[in-house]
T-cell receptor
């Protein structure tokens, strides 16, 4: 059984640029969620993908978007980067039926720094 | 939306003592309450969870309690060990997908 893997581990961008983060879900999992964790804070829900469709979204603007692929891997895209986007981005996978989220297994995250 | 308050923000205990972390939630529809442990520079890991139809759950040195009426839930760690040092997050789920995390408690176990 493989765990959740994320790439890259670290990334430095400048304000206004665009970034794509990638996540491979744990074997057998069909749902991927993305979270933003600012320094010293708890993770905040960005959105969730189930069966290649977004089925839940937190309080994040449209410049945060995502995709889920047939193999259940996922991407998080952020356009027009702002300084406040600097954070650890965590991907979590789970096995869900009917869209109900059960136990989440997190990846190690991508540390994004926006200068 | 759901709001989760967690206390204390930092907690220091002597090795072998107990540690208690308390949380409150706002949405009465919340039905699932996991706890995550995050060691420095590592991913959050699920350590225990409880559903709204259960008042208490125990797993070795870790126990969680839930009071639905008061919208309180707590994590209890007994016989603490240095490897228990980490940040602990209480979490609630209202609805079918979104997890709301508390701000975390940094637990330090002093040998």
């Amino acid at each position: 059984e493989t765990g959740v893997t994320q790439s890259p581990t670290h990334l430095i961008k400048t304000r206004g640029q665009q970034v794509t983060l990638r996540c491979s879900s744990q074997s057998g999992h069909n749902t991927v969620s993305w979270y933003q964790q600012a320094l010293g804070q708890g993770p905040q829900f960005i959105f969730q993908y189930y069966r290649e469709e977004e089925n839940g979204r937190g309080n994040f603007p449209p410049r945060f978007s995502g995709l889920q692929f047939p193999n259940y891997s996922s991407e998080l895209n952020v356009n027009a980067l702002e300084l406040d986007d600097s954070a650890l981005y965590l991907c979590a996978s789970s096995l869900a039926g009917g869209g109900t989220n059960e136990k989440l297994f997190f990846g190690s995250g991508t540390q994004l720094s926006v200068l | 939306g759901e709001n989760v308050e967690q206390h204390p923000s930092t907690l220091s205990v002597q090795e072998g003592d107990s540690a208690v972390i308390k949380c409150t939630y706002s949405d009465s529809a919340s039905n699932y309450f996991p706890w995550y442990k995050q060691e420095l520079g590592k991913r959050p890991q699920l350590i225990i969870d409880i559903r709204s139809n259960v008042g208490e759950k125990k797993d070795q040195r870790i126990a969680v309690t839930l009071n639905k009426t008061a919208k309180h839930f707590s994590l209890h760690i007994t016989e603490t060990q240095p490897e228990d040092s980490a940040v602990y997050f209480c979490v609630s789920r209202a609805g079918s997908y979104q997890l709301t995390f508390g701000k975390g408690t940094k637990l330090s176990v002093i040998p």
